[in-house]
């Protein structure tokens, strides 16, 4: 106590002196850690490798991926999918393919290389000492796709400098430059024969002799109905994936909607459409029969499709994340894909059964990679602050780190860790990955123990305090904040837990994501319908509570009538009432007009005893006073007694709004297309209730939430008057 | 000699069964003030009510300012001469009764501007004029809540004079208040009394009835029990019931 002004220059115990010394500590490895990551040293959390494009062999036994982290993967499916990693890009690699002699598998680079390696020198010589035989160069600007044709004479690439190159692969010469053109972007593709080259133009497909460059056929679609300019039979959106069938008569395309097409090459005709992905089409592929189509999309997704007639024939679910690459398997049976969640997998395609999995690296998705680094150099430089903050015995930084070792764990920290549950890999593996993030839980729990231990707590509380009273109020409002803190921190927790659990079945974000929109859209009818239902209650219910109010016989009847009959029938059967059973005595109404009038009239009626209450509790004093003014009992009704009334009844109105809005949920049973209605459609047909329930939950949540705070700032405002 | 501005004949009250007023007549003149007093129950606000029909009488008659309404009567003429009595009787009450939901100002105005149909800022003007005089212009947007209760009743004062009422009447103005609120009311009520208002007190404020007062009624049982000029009836009562009433109260 006696140092209680010296301390204000520097923390007195020694307890606050470790506090300091563990918070910087903490901060000053973080950083280092960020740092050396950004610099590319090795010491990094366990995350995969994104692939970003898989081929199979010609032969059949070998799998290979381009990777983020600038290694071709080479698996071996006869030796138990051995794995070769091939190092040269200096970059992420965006494309592999093979060819049918030799054989040779080409690679193409964000650092604008195309490598050529020699398989059979690669797989006697061992795991890791692959070298490529050749390389190609025409610029330093990434490239994006690559296409060869089945002997591997000719080579097309396209690169993000907008131009498709033709190379002829003996000479190492390019042959054919067309472009640049800043719509072509994402995809490129030979015919098997040699002949034409086709790229992405926006939403459609140019296609060219790839010998002499000459402009051929151009793949635009066409509406169904040219006149009324209905349904488009064509791509919407940007071309994102083009091949060619094995005989080159059909060229297929996926694009960023979602849907993939097949053309008729010889024609320059749309042949079939099929729909389904949920997210952007990464790849497409013919088998090896051209009967079907594989296509991966940014849903997590490979479909499989009956080429003639474009009909669905398959889908495969599995990939963590956007699925980048298929390829036909190794048999009639098998596909391949690959994802960004650094897996490549192996499926039968009769039961779509996963047979086979293969990590790049086994870790965290590389989202995880790259939170851990953000939260660690953030953490770091304000954990430096706020240990500065701390030798000053600031308040600030005690309640600051409390809140950053409190709340960001849980997202940096226990959220990847809970994430590993999902993968589907084995404990071992799971600790394996996870350790570093559980040591660290470790640490940051015990510090924020740390932080709130008393010895450390109070000197923080009130660092200048002149008085008891001062310290012990300070005290009393760091108590609270801290309180605060952790319900909040539970809450998070909760939200997390609830989110690994619910991802562990398979909570499908992608679908979540896609059709968020269109379940929204229905959220503003049911603002509309809440807010005329309401509208429509708060008339009725003024006039009910006067005809309870009146001294009429009949007025009285009338209203005491209505509340009883209303309040002792389901406000469902009212619904029904209104929309199905009234058409029979000739009365139609439109849903949405059924469910305003059954909402309304509900409500109106529990309103009515609200009101009535509400009137009923302004005292005889205040009629009395407006009457000896000379005011009429309808002025003094209008003018005094109303607007008090009003005042009482806003919080119960207020919670009727808010329950009125959940219960305008009903009205989705007779067909009024609001949220629920939408959410339920949805899930019933993609058999993803859970997804759209939670999307429409949260909406009634967050917005009884919102309601709720208006409505305490408009009870403030209301009770203006009040204040004594 | 001019006209009585306040004329009762025979009025009788009843509460069901319960007999409150027997009878009484009363004739007040302009700028007459007279004080009522009496004990608990003797019907001294009922009979005040009465005089504006917030109570309807059972019997008799009320004139006021040469409208006149027979008891027990009714249908539209009734209820027009009823508000027009009121019109003419501003009143003034024990527990205030200001709308909590209206600014000082708001509740001044709001009785010309709906009844009489007087243009806003004309009735602003006058409010503003009348708060001055009871020393509050001040509180002009003060919600009635942030008053004090000496100034709620001036503000109530305030209200019942913007209608230009010919007669005022109040019903224990001053028991609600704490001893040290009642003399800023009291004052305003005699200032009141000397501009020449005509006036109806219910009040235990024995100075004031004796200051100002032109009359002294002292009420028991619903009846006229004493009625004299104060001096008279402080000083020298007639009846022992007064007396007893006097030496319970002074
Ligand atoms: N609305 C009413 N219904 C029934 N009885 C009533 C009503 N108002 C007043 N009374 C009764 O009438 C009698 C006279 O009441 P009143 O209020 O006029 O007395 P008062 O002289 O003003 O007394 P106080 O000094 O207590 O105000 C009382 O017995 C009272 O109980
Ligand atoms: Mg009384």
């Given at each position: 106590m006696s140092t209680l002004r010296s301390s204000t220059l520097h923390p007195g115990s020694r307890a606050m002196r470790l506090l300091c010394l563990l918070v910087a500590l903490t901060a000053g490895l973080s950083l280092l850690y960020a740092v050396q990551y950004y610099l590319g040293s090795p010491l990094r959390l366990a995350v995969t490798s994104e692939i970003h494009d898989l081929a199979l062999s010609p032969t059949h036994h070998l799998v290979a991926a381009a990777a983020q982290d600038g290694m071709v993967r080479l698996w071996d499916m006869d030796a138990d999918w051995k794995m070769y990693t091939l190092t040269g890009h200096t970059g992420p690699v965006t494309s592999v393919a093979f060819d049918a002699s030799g054989p040779t598998l080409f690679s193409a680079g964000s650092d604008g290389k195309v490598y050529l390696w020699d398989i059979p020198t690669i797989l006697p010589a061992g795991p890791s000492n692959a070298q490529p035989v050749k390389a190609l160069e025409a610029s330093t600007s990434p490239l994006r796709d690559l296409s060869l044709t089945p002997d591997g004479s000719l080579l097309a690439t396209l690169g993000d400098d907008h131009i498709i190159r033709v190379w002829d692969v003996e000479t190492g010469e390019v042959i054919q430059t067309i472009g640049p053109n800043e719509h072509t972007r994402h995809a490129v593709a030979l015919s098997p024969d040699g002949t034409l080259v086709a790229a992405d133009d926006a939403n459609h497909i140019q296609m060219w002799d790839a010998h002499s460059g000459e402009p051929r056929q151009r793949l635009e679609g066409q509406w169904e109905n040219e006149e009324e300019q209905e349904?488009?039979?064509?791509?919407?959106?940007?071309?994102?994936?083009?091949?060619?069938?094995?005989?080159?008569?059909?060229?297929?395309?996926?694009?960023?909607?979602?849907?993939?097409?097949?053309?008729?090459?010889?024609?320059?005709?749309?042949?079939?459409?099929?729909?389904?992905?949920?997210?952007?089409?990464?790849?497409?592929?013919?088998?090896?029969?051209?009967?079907?189509?594989?296509?991966?999309?940014?849903?997590?997704?490979?479909?499989?499709?009956?080429v003639t007639g474009g009909k669905f024939a398959g889908l495969f679910k599995g990939h963590l994340g956007s699925v980048s690459g298929v390829a036909a398997g190794p048999d009639e049976n098998t596909?391949?894909?690959?994802?960004?969640?650094?897996?490549?997998?192996?499926?039968?395609?009769?039961?779509?059964?996963?047979?086979?999995?293969?990590?790049?690296?086994l870790g965290l998705m590389p989202i995880w990679g790259k939170v851990f680094v953000i939260w660690m150099l953030g953490s770091g430089l304000l954990g430096l602050l706020l240990a500065w903050g701390l030798w000053r015995v600031r308040t600030w930084s005690y309640l600051g780190s409390l809140a950053m070792y409190t709340i960001g764990p849980l997202f940096a920290v226990v959220l990847p860790m809970l994430e590993t549950i999902a993968y589907p890999i084995t404990w071992s593996t799971r600790l394996h990955i996870a350790w570093p993030l559980a040591c660290l839980f470790v640490w940051y729990y015990f510090l924020v123990l740390y932080l709130r231990n008393d010895a450390i707590a109070i000197p923080y509380q009130a660092p200048d305090a002149e008085s008891l009273a001062q310290r012990l109020m300070a005290a009393q409002q760091t108590r609270n904040i801290r309180q605060g803190l952790f319900v909040l921190a539970t809450w998070f927790l909760i939200f997390i837990l609830l989110f690994s659990v619910l991802r562990r079945f398979g909570l499908d974000i992608a679908f979540m994501r896609k059709w968020l929109p269109f379940i929204?859209?229905?959220?503003?009818?049911?603002?509309?319908?809440?807010?005329?239902?309401?509208?429509?209650?708060?008339?009725?219910?003024?006039?009910?509570?006067?005809?309870?109010?009146?001294?009429?016989?009949?007025?009285?009847?009338?209203?005491?009538?209505?509340?009883?009959?209303?309040?002792?029938?389901?406000?469902?059967?009212?619904?029904?009432?209104?929309?199905?059973?009234?058409?029979?005595?000739?009365?139609?109404?439109?849903?949405v007009t059924a469910g305003i009038l059954a909402l309304g009239v509900n409500y109106g009626a529990y309103m009515t005893e609200i009101f009535r209450a509400g009137i009923q509790a302004i005292g005889i004093g205040q009629y009395e006073a407006a009457?000896?003014?000379?005011?009429?009992?309808?002025?003094?009704?209008?003018?005094?007694?109303?607007?008090?009334?009003?005042?009482?009844?806003?919080?119960?109105i207020g919670n009727e709004f808010i329950a009125m809005m959940k219960d305008s949920a009903l009205v989705s049973m007779i067909t009024v297309q609001e949220l629920t209605f939408r959410a339920q459609k949805l899930g019933r047909q993609n058999f993803r209730n859970l997804e759209t329930f939670l999307i429409a939950a949260a909406f009634y949540w967050i917005l009884t939430i919102v309601f709720q705070f208006f409505q305490s700032k408009l009870e403030a405002y209301m009770a203006r008057g009040e204040r004594r | 000699?001019?006209?009585?501005?306040?004329k009762v004949r025979g009025l009788h009250k009843y509460f069901g069964p319960l007999h409150v007023i027997k009878g009484v007549d009363l004739d007040v003149m302009p700028q007459e003030v007279v004080v009522i007093i009496g004990p608990s129950g003797a019907g001294k606000s009922t009979f005040l009510r009465c005089l504006?029909?917030?109570?309807?009488?059972?019997?008799?008659?009320?004139?006021?300012?040469?409208?006149?309404?027979?008891?027990?009567?009714?249908?539209?003429?009734?209820?027009?001469?009823?508000?027009?009595?009121?019109?003419?009787?501003?009143?003034?009450?024990?527990?205030?009764?200001?709308?909590?939901?209206?600014?000082?100002?708001?509740?001044?105005?709001?009785?010309?501007?709906?009844?009489?149909?007087?243009?806003?800022?004309?009735?602003?003007?006058?409010?503003?004029?009348?708060?001055?005089?009871?020393?509050?212009?001040?509180k002009r947007d003060e919600y009635p809540s942030r008053l004090s209760g000496g100034q709620q009743q001036r503000v109530a004062i305030a209200r019942a004079l913007a209608m230009d009422p010919k007669i005022m009447l109040f019903d224990e103005p001053t028991s609600a208040l704490d001893p040290e609120l009642i003399g800023e009311v009291v004052e305003v009520m005699e200032r009141l009394a000397n501009e020449g208002m005509t006036m109806v007190v219910v009040t235990h404020e024995i100075h004031f009835a004796r200051d100002v007062a032109d009359r002294v009624i002292f009420m028991d049982e619903g009846v006229w029990a004493e009625m004299a000029p104060p001096e008279q009836i402080f000083t020298n009562p007639k009846e022992e019931r007064t007396r007893q009433f006097l030496a319970h109260i002074l």
């Open positions: 349904n488009w039979l064509g791509h919407e959106k940007e071309v994102t994936a083009l091949a060619f069938s094995p005989d080159g008569a059909y060229l297929a395309s996926g694009s960023a909607e979602g849907t993939t097409l097949i053309w008729d090459v010889e024609q320059g005709q749309l042949a079939w459409e099929t729909k389904g992905h949920l997210g952007a089409v990464s790849e497409v592929a013919f088998d090896a029969s051209g009967e079907y189509l594989i296509s991966s999309g940014g849903d997590n997704m490979v479909r499989r499709w009956k596909i391949l894909s690959s994802g960004v969640d650094g897996s490549v997998r192996l499926w039968e395609v009769v039961n779509n059964q996963e047979l086979h999995l293969e990590w790049t690296k929204m859209g229905g959220a503003g009818l049911t603002m509309f319908v809440s807010a005329m239902a309401i509208l429509l209650a708060t008339v009725l219910a003024l006039v009910g509570a006067l005809g309870r109010l009146a001294k009429n016989p009949v007025i009285n009847g009338i209203s005491g009538f209505y509340v009883s009959l209303i309040r002792g029938t389901p406000l469902l059967v009212q619904i029904f009432i209104w929309f199905l059973a009234l058409p029979q005595i000739g009365i139609t109404l439109k849903p009457h000896a003014l000379g005011m009429s009992s309808s002025q003094t009704f209008r003018r005094i007694v109303l607007p008090q009334a009003f005042r009482i009844v806003i919080p119960p | 000699m001019s006209e009585p501005i306040i504006n029909f917030l109570e309807e009488p059972s019997a008799g008659t009320v004139e006021i300012d040469g409208v006149e309404i027979k008891a027990r009567e009714s249908g539209r003429e009734h209820r027009r001469l009823i508000q027009e009595i009121r019109q003419k009787a501003g009143m003034v009450f024990q527990q205030f009764n200001l709308f909590p939901h209206m600014t000082v100002l708001g509740n001044i105005i709001e009785a010309p501007i709906t009844v009489k149909k007087m243009p806003r800022d004309q009735a602003i003007a006058k409010a503003e004029e009348l708060l001055e005089w009871v020393g509050l212009l001040h």
